[in-house]
C-alpha cells in the first residue's frame, strides 16, 4: 500500500485583518518602538515620528552632556559620597529605560533623571565657583529636551496583534470583509510579483491579526470548481510547513476559472512580509493501490479488477478510493464491509483480493 495525493501548485494572495497607523507628521519619519513581528496589546506605542530638526537637537543635547560632565567631575571633590549615590541613581534609570515601553514611564524615568542631574548640580554648586555655569548648562539642556519631547508625534496601538512596518497601500483594500469584490480581473491589475517582499514603511506602521488570515486564489482545476464550502484541505506553504485550510469563499470568474478564498490559522507570522505567494492545494490523501482507470469494470453496480496469475484471471472486487483523471486509487474491501454489503460468510472466504505486485489486465472485456 502506498499513500497518494492530488497536488496543484498555485499562487494567491494574502488577505488580513490589518490596522493601519499614519500620523500627523508622517512626512518627518519614523522611529520604530517596537520590532518587526513583536506582539502588542492595546495602548502600547508602536513607533513615533521624528519632530523637526531632531537631529540637530539630539546634538545639541549630547554637547551640552559632555560640557556638564566635564563641569561635575571638576568639581567631583565637594561631597564625592552624596555625588556617587546620585550618579549610580541615574545610571539604574537609564537602565530601565532600556526595557519600558509606555511613553509616560519613559517621559518620567527621563524626568527623573533630569532631577537627580539637578540635584547634582546643587550639591556642588553650593561650595564651587562652577556651581552657576552648571545650572546655566542643565537649564538650557531641559529647555532643549522640552522642545524635542513636544514635537515628537507617538503612536499607540488600538488593537493587539502583531507590529509590522511593512506597508504596501493594500491594507484598506484587500480586507476580510470584501471578499465578493475580489476577481481576477482585479487581482491580475495589481502587478504583484510571487514571493516578493512588502518593503518597509517610514511612514506609517499597522498591526496584523495574528491568529488567522486568508489566501485567494484564482483556480481552474477540476478539483477546484468540486470544492464547497467549508472544505478542509491541505496547504504546502513556500515556506515547506503543511497546514490545515478551510473554504471560506467561492467564486466563478468569467473565464471559466474560480475564485476561492483559503483561511488558514497557522504560520501566520511567517507570511506577514508577503503579499504574494506559491503554495500547493492538497486536495485529497489516500494511501491505496494506483491502478489505470481503464483496468477497472463495473458490473452490477460494483467494481472489479481482473487478475491475472499463473495463466489463471480473477475477477477481485475492489473499493475505489479516489479516481483522478487517468488513474484510480483502490483497496480490498474488509470483511465487515462486504458482510454490510450482503455477501455470506462462505462468500467471504472465497473472495480473492489483490496484493501490491499482481499482475492486471489494463483493458479488461466486461
Known amino acids: 500500500m502506498e499513500k497518494f495525493q492530488i497536488r496543484k501548485k498555485q499562487c494567491g494572495y494574502l488577505i488580513r485583518e490589518e490596522k493601519l497607523f499614519q500620523g500627523n507628521n508622517y512626512k518627518n519619519g519614523i522611529a520604530q518602538i517596537k520590532t518587526e513581528g513583536q506582539r502588542v496589546a492595546k495602548g502600547d506605542p508602536i513607533f513615533r515620528y521624528y519632530t523637526n530638526n531632531e537631529e540637530k537637537l539630539v546634538q545639541q543635547i549630547a554637547d551640552l552632556d559632555l560640557q556638564i560632565q566635564d563641569a561635575l567631575e571638576q568639581s567631583s571633590n565637594i561631597y564625592s559620597s552624596d555625588i556617587a549615590s546620585i550618579d549610580r541613581q541615574i545610571e539604574e534609570k537609564l537602565s530601565e529605560i532600556a526595557d519600558m515601553n509606555k511613553k509616560v514611564d519613559i517621559v518620567e524615568a527621563k524626568k527623573e533623571i533630569n532631577q537627580a542631574l539637578t540635584k547634582k548640580a546643587k550639591l556642588t554648586g553650593e561650595h564651587s565657583p562652577s556651581g552657576s555655569y552648571i545650572k546655566e548648562l542643565i537649564s538650557k539642556r531641559s529647555k532643549l529636551e522640552e522642545k524635542l519631547n513636544s514635537g515628537s508625534e507617538y503612536i499607540e496601538s488600538t488593537v493587539s496583534g502583531l507590529v509590522s512596518y511593512k506597508v504596501d497601500g493594500l491594507e484598506e483594500t484587500l480586507t476580510v470583509n470584501s471578499f465578493e469584490n475580489l476577481t481576477e480581473d482585479y487581482l491580475n491589475s495589481l502587478k504583484i510579483k510571487t514571493g516578493e517582499m512588502i518593503p518597509s514603511s517610514n511612514e506609517s506602521g499597522k498591526i496584523v491579526n495574528n491568529y488567522q488570515c486568508y489566501i485567494a486564489a484564482i483556480l481552474k482545476s477540476e478539483e477546484a470548481k468540486n470544492t464547497q464550502l467549508n472544505d478542509s484541505v491541505q496547504l504546502i506553504l513556500s515556506t515547506g510547513d503543511e497546514i490545515k485550510a478551510t473554504v471560506e469563499y467561492i467564486a466563478d470568474q468569467e473565464s471559466g476559472n474560480i475564485l476561492l478564498v483559503f483561511k488558514i490559522t497557522s504560520c501566520v507570522e511567517k ?69 454490510e454489503m450482503g455477501y455470506t460468510t462462505e462468500e467471504i472466504s472465497n473472495m480473492k483480493n489483490i496484493s501490491l505486485y499482481d499482475e492486471i489486465l489494463l483493458k479488461p472485456t466486461k
Do not use: M
Open 271 to 339: 507570511l506577514i512580509n508577503y503579499r504574494k505567494i506559491s503554495f500547493e492545494v492538497v486536495w485529497w490523501n489516500a494511501s491505496g493501490l494506483k491502478v489505470p482507470n481503464s483496468s477497472i469494470i463495473e458490473r452490477d453496480g460494483k467494481k472489479y479488477i481482473i487478475r491475472k496469475r499463473v495463466g489463471y484471471t480473477d475477477d477481485i472486487l475492489v473499493k475505489v478510493l479516489k479516481e483522478a483523471e487517468n488513474y484510480s486509487i483502490i483497496e480490498n474491501y474488509t470483511s465487515v464491509e462486504l458482510k
